[in-house]
């Protein structure tokens, strides 16, 4: 899969930046978990690309800002699936 812990953390902090992902986007794509890509993006990045971790940190901190309403918008399409199927 990757030769090292450097290698996947550099991996995840490009994809991020290229597709706007989240977190969970890139955890599932990568099949690791939210943690691991957190601990990859958020310490190791920094030490190993420190221009590529502050890119990172900018999707993540639009992400972030923005969670609410997304989690907003899936519950309503919960509720309108719900009712449909009613």
Known sequence: MHDTVEDR???????IVTNKATVRAAAKVFGI???????????RLSR???ALYHEVREVLDVNKAQR????GLA????YKTAQQEK
């Open 9 to 15: 953390a550099v991996e995840l902090g490009e994809y």
């Open 33 to 43: 978990s939210k943690s691991t890509v957190h601990m990859d993006v958020a310490s």
């Open 48 to 50: 190993i690309s420190p």
């Open 68 to 71: 609410h309403i997304r989690g």
């Open 75 to 78: 519950t309503r399409e919960k």
